[in-house]
Nanobody, 120 residues
């Protein structure tokens, strides 16, 4: 069973940057995908970005493409989400997810979430 612990959320002004981290433990991830999803108040959880653990290939939601970058450090078993040019509509709880069965569908393992708030 995999455990995921997110960190790095906070309050930032529009146009600012934040970096989220997701420390994974419990097993190795080999060729699996890991990703980030987010859920704004009153809305459904949505896909943000994903990465294939073994080779680092990535995939992004159109809403964040060009602003967000997902990466991983295999030695630290950690996935990152660098968020630049943040907008108020990026405000949400961000969740780390493991074992995505496809590039944008969630797997079964979730972190506890970290709040990102972007002020205008």
């Amino acid at each position: 069973q995999v455990q995921l612990v997110e960190s790095g959320g906070g309050l930032v002004q529009a146009g600012g940057s934040l970096r989220l981290s997701c420390k994974a433990s419990g097993r190795t991830f080999s060729n699996h995908r890991m990703g980030w999803f987010r859920q704004a108040a009153g809305k459904e959880r949505e896909f943000v970005a994903a990465i294939r653990w073994s080779i680092g290939s990535t995939y992004y939601a159109d809403s964040v493409k060009g602003r967000f970058t997902i990466s991983r450090d295999t030695a630290k078993n950690t996935v990152y989400l660098q968020m630049n040019s943040l907008k108020p509509e990026d405000t949400a709880v961000y969740y780390c997810n493991a074992d995505l069965p496809s590039w944008s569908d969630p797997g079964a393992s979730w972190g506890q979430g970290t709040q990102v708030t972007v002020s205008s």
